[in-house]
C-alpha cells in the first residue's frame, strides 16, 4: 500500500542551523509528493510540491527534491528561524484522479531556539 | 488563492448532544471535500471523502452513523459528530480540492472540539 514515513521528532535547532527533515515514501505508480505546515492550533498550510520525478519544489527557503530512485521527499532550509518552529507533514497522493486522497506521514515537528 | 473556511474554530458540548462543523470554499468550486481527525501530537487521520451531492466514502474503522458528512453544494461540506462523547474530543480539519486543481488542497483552519 502507500505509506509516508517521515523522521521523528521533535527537532530542536538554534536559529540560523540548517534543517533537514527526511521523509521516504512507498507508492504504486507515480504520486504526487508534498510537504504541509501546521502551526499551533491551526490547521495545514501547503509549503511546497512535486510532481515528477527529479522535481525540486521550494517556498519561502525551503526546499525538497522529488528522488524516485532512493523514494525520498527531504525537506531542507539552509538558515532557519525561530518563527519556522511548527509541525511539518511530508504527504503523497496518487494522481489517478482529480479527488485522490492525500496520505500523510506521522508529522515533524521543529523547535528553533533564538 | 484558494481558502477554505471552517466554522466552528473551537466548541464545547456536553455528552449526547451534536455538533455541527462547516467547511466553505470562498473562491472556488470544490467538487472533493476530506474530513480529517487529528489527536495531540500525531497525524492527520482520514475520516471520510465527501463528494458533492453523493454519499460520502468513510475510512475503515469511522463510523458513518456517528460522523455524519453532508456535501450539498459545491462550496459547503458539514460534518456533524451525533451524541457526542468525550472520546470524540480532538481536532478536526476539512480541506477541499478544486476542480480542476492540478494536485493541491486546500485546508480549513481546523475545529476544536471538546466534549465534557
Known amino acids: 500500500g502507500n505509506s509516508v514515513t517521515q523522521m521523528e521528532g521533535p527537532v530542536t535547532l538554534s536559529e540560523e542551523a540548517f534543517l533537514t527533515i527526511n521523509c521516504t515514501y512507498t507508492?504504486?505508480?507515480?504520486?504526487?509528493l508534498f510537504w504541509y505546515v501546521q502551526y499551533p492550533g491551526e490547521g495545514l498550510q501547503l509549503l511546497l510540491k512535486?510532481?515528477?520525478?527529479?522535481d525540486k519544489g521550494s517556498n519561502k527557503g525551503f526546499e525538497a527534491t522529488y528522488r524516485k530512485e532512493t523514494t525520498s521527499f527531504h525537506l531542507e532550509k539552509g538558515s532557519v528561524q525561530v518563527s519556522d518552529s511548527a509541525v511539518y507533514f511530508c504527504?503523497?497522493?496518487?494522481?489517478?484522479?482529480?479527488?485522490?486522497?492525500?496520505?500523510f506521514g506521522q508529522g515533524t515537528e521543529l523547535s528553533v531556539k533564538p | 488563492g484558494a481558502v477554505v473556511s471552517q466554522h466552528p474554530s473551537w466548541v464545547i458540548c456536553k455528552s449526547g448532544t451534536s455538533v455541527k462543523i462547516e467547511c466553505r470554499s470562498l473562491?472556488?468550486?470544490?467538487?472533493?471535500m476530506f474530513w480529517y481527525r487529528q489527536f495531540p501530537k500525531q497525524s492527520l487521520m482520514l475520516m471520510a471523502t465527501?463528494?458533492?451531492?453523493?454519499?460520502?466514502?468513510?475510512e475503515q474503522g469511522v463510523e458513518k452513523d456517528k460522523f455524519l458528512i453532508n456535501h450539498a453544494s459545491l462550496t459547503l461540506s458539514t460534518l456533524t459528530v451525533t451524541s457526542a462523547h468525550p472520546e470524540d474530543s480532538s481536532f478536526y480539519i476539512c480541506?477541499?480540492?478544486?476542480?480542476?486543481?492540478?494536485?493541491?488542497?486546500?485546508f480549513g483552519s481546523g475545529t476544536r472540539l471538546t466534549v465534557v
Open positions: 480541506s477541499a480540492s478544486e476542480r480542476r486543481n492540478s494536485g493541491g488542497y486546500t
Open positions: 507508492a504504486t505508480g507515480y504520486p504526487s
Open positions: 512535486a510532481t515528477k520525478a527529479d
Open positions: 504527504a503523497l497522493r496518487r494522481v489517478y484522479n482529480q479527488g485522490g486522497k492525500l496520505i
Open positions: 473562491d472556488f468550486q470544490a467538487t472533493t
Open positions: 465527501s463528494n458533492e451531492g453523493s454519499k460520502a466514502t468513510y
